[in-house]
């Protein structure tokens, strides 16, 4: 019962209020929180702290940056309490409805920010060659832990140059490639020029929330794309979404490094994720069977990948 009413207290705060609503969106850190919240950084890192010390959100560092996020409500007591409150916050409420702008705002920062990083990647192919196509190990790791499998329909989320498409037009009879950017569809069709990948095509879309219908896809990919994104969770959703009963998902991007220069080099937002994350974050989609391996990339200028595979349960299947 005292922690019930020491929770409560905290979340009598207005402003505490605010900085629940904004992390149970997506991972943040104080910096945009500050820019959002328009208060004082000190303030909200009291704020943060406290948050913290309850148990109610956890840190996560990487490198000289520290995200925060909520803890999942399966996590404890508190975490529940926090959500159902959360549930219940007005939509209408002027601040929140701020709030909500300001956010928008500092993603829009961010997406020009990576816009700029695009562009220019899909105008240097060498720059391209190395941040985006794997190199021969990853690849054949790649073709290795798909087993000589083959698909109908393939759909690869975030595709940019089309590496993913050409590298599996064997062993798909159909393949589509997502991607945001016309810079890198750009690319992307050029990869795709020749009449071996006459089955493969590409068009703009949001990964996170793509036109395509529920359960189109017998095999869907994303390749070091997650890294790029404020809620990694939600390109996972949309692929899970696409998947039919019994499709594989494959993910391939980098394991944890401390590759500070990539944020600003590359646009990165995360800096890898650890297996244990990865697990934690595909299992959650109702995804079954996740398996992990890592590749240690002999160029040390390259951080190690880690392939992660799963799959959606067939139809009569459940998911334990």
């Known amino acids: 019962m005292e922690t019930t009413a020491r929770i409560l207290k905290l979340l009598g705060h207005p402003d505490r209020l605010r900085i629940l609503a904004l992390l149970r969106q997506e991972e943040l850190t104080v910096s945009e929180l500050v820019s959002v919240l328009e208060l004082s950084q000190p303030r909200v890192t009291q704020y943060v702290r406290s948050l913290e010390d309850a148990a109610i959100i956890e840190r996560l560092r990487e490198g000289s940056w520290v995200f925060s996020r909520l803890k999942p409500a399966s996590d404890s007591a508190a975490a529940r309490?926090?959500?159902?409150?959360l549930e219940h916050l007005p939509?209408?409420?002027?601040?929140?409805?701020?709030?909500?702008?300001?956010?928008?705002?500092?993603?829009?920062?961010?997406?020009?920010?990576?816009?700029?990083?695009?562009?220019?990647?899909a105008n240097n192919r060498g720059r391209l060659s190395h941040e985006f196509l794997p190199q021969s190990q990853v690849e054949a790791a790649i073709l290795e832990q798909l087993e000589g499998r083959s698909f109908g329909m393939m759909v690869d989320l975030g595709t940019g140059s089309g590496r993913m498409l050409a590298l599996l037009a064997d062993r798909v009879e159909r393949g589509i490639g997502?991607?945001?950017?016309?810079?890198?569809?750009?690319?992307?069709?050029?990869?795709?020029?020749?009449?071996?990948?006459?089955?493969?095509?590409?068009?703009?879309?949001?990964l996170r929330d793509t036109t395509l219908p529920d359960g189109v896809a017998d095999l869907v990919t994303l390749h070091q794309v997650l890294h790029h994104l404020d809620r990694p969770s939600d390109a996972?959703?949309?692929?899970?979404?696409?998947?039919?009963?019994?499709?594989?998902?494959?993910?391939?991007?980098?394991?944890?490094?401390?590759?500070?220069?990539?944020?600003?080099?590359?646009?990165?937002?995360?800096?890898?994720?650890?297996?244990?994350?990865?697990?934690?974050?595909?299992?959650?989609?109702?995804?079954?069977?996740?398996?992990?391996?890592?590749?240690?990339v002999a160029d040390a200028s390259h951080p190690d990948l880690l392939i992660w595979q799963a799959r959606r349960a067939p139809a009569l299947e459940t998911v334990s």
């Open 91 to 121: 939509d209408n409420d002027a601040d929140l409805g701020a709030d909500r702008e300001r956010l928008a705002h500092v993603r829009a920062a961010r997406a020009v920010r990576a816009e700029r990083f695009f562009a220019d990647v």
């Open 178 to 206: 997502v991607d945001l950017s016309p810079d890198m569809l750009r690319v992307a069709r050029y990869t795709l020029s020749d009449d071996r990948f006459s089955h493969l095509s590409v068009q703009q879309d949001d």
């Open 236 to 296: 996972l959703s949309e692929a899970a979404r696409l998947l039919r009963p019994g499709g594989t998902l494959l993910v391939v991007d980098f394991a944890e490094h401390e590759r500070e220069e990539f944020r600003d080099d590359f646009a990165h937002r995360r800096l890898g994720f650890s297996r244990a994350e990865m697990d934690r974050m595909i299992s959650a989609q109702s995804l079954c069977d996740v398996d992990g391996c890592r590749v240690s």
């Open 81 to 85: 309490l926090v959500s159902v409150v």
